[in-house]
């Protein structure tokens, strides 16, 4: 089937601009996480859904960084005021559930760069 | 901060070599998980092992898990040359619900 697709695959923005990356978990997957990738950087945790709790935005760099998920699935994330530091690839992942010996299929990514 | 740290951060070996990446973390974990990434996008699951597991083998891949030292180990035999990738391991914290937590990645190249 399918896997994880993202939207757009790169993106431009100015300084100051707002952006809204999309992303399009597997079909049937309750889980799905948003990380960021800097270059030549590990990921890190940005959020994360599970079904119809609350999601968890331990991992959000500021109040700029917002994300919902719609229906249990199709989730976008949204950046106001772009700073160049948000430059960076933003990875989403979906998985069965939450618990522990679910892997983790991630998306192409979204390469964003603010000038 | 990184739960995850690898070591070596780069590795350069020739095809046909064996391949070694070290992984240590700082907290209770679940499981452990090791991804590829090629060329910066979009990484691929390699391998999971869960905490009550000390190894585990897929292919050519083999995983090590000693949870007594936080530390994994993840061992590419027979090393080709499309193995050059970055590989990261991944924590499954116990304290954390199912967010991954990745470390900085070992960048591998096997030269042909």
């Known amino acids: 089937g399918a896997g994880v697709s993202q939207s757009p695959s790169n993106k431009v923005t100015e300084k100051g601009k707002d952006v809204e990356l999309r992303c399009d978990p597997i079909s049937g997957h309750t889980a799905l996480y948003w990380y960021r990738q800097s270059l030549g950087q590990g990921l890190e945790f940005l959020i994360y859904f599970q079904g119809n709790s609350a999601p968890d935005k331990s991992g959000l760099p500021s109040d700029r960084f917002s994300a919902e998920r719609t229906g249990g699935s199709v989730s976008t994330l949204t950046i106001q005021r772009t700073q160049q530091e948000d430059s960076a690839v933003y990875l989403c992942?979906?998985?069965?559930?939450?618990?522990?010996?679910?892997?983790?299929?991630f998306g192409p990514g979204t390469r964003l760069t603010v000038t | 901060s990184q739960q995850g740290e690898e070591d070596p951060q780069a590795l350069s070996i020739q095809e046909g070599e064996n391949a070694t990446m070290n992984c240590s973390y700082k907290t209770s974990i679940n499981n452990l998980q090791w991804y590829r990434q090629n060329s910066g996008r979009g990484l691929v699951h390699l391998i999971l092992?869960?905490?009550?597991?000390r190894e585990k083998h897929s292919g050519r891949l083999r995983v090590t898990l000693d949870t007594s030292k936080k530390s994994s180990s993840l061992l590419i035999t027979a090393s080709r040359a499309a193995d050059t990738a970055s590989y990261f391991c991944a924590t499954d914290a116990a304290t954390s619900g199912s967010r991954l937590t990745f470390g900085e990645g070992t960048q591998l190249t096997v030269n042909p």
């Open positions: 092992i869960r905490s009550n597991e």
């Open positions: 992942a979906s998985s069965m559930d939450r618990g522990s010996s679910y892997e983790q299929y």
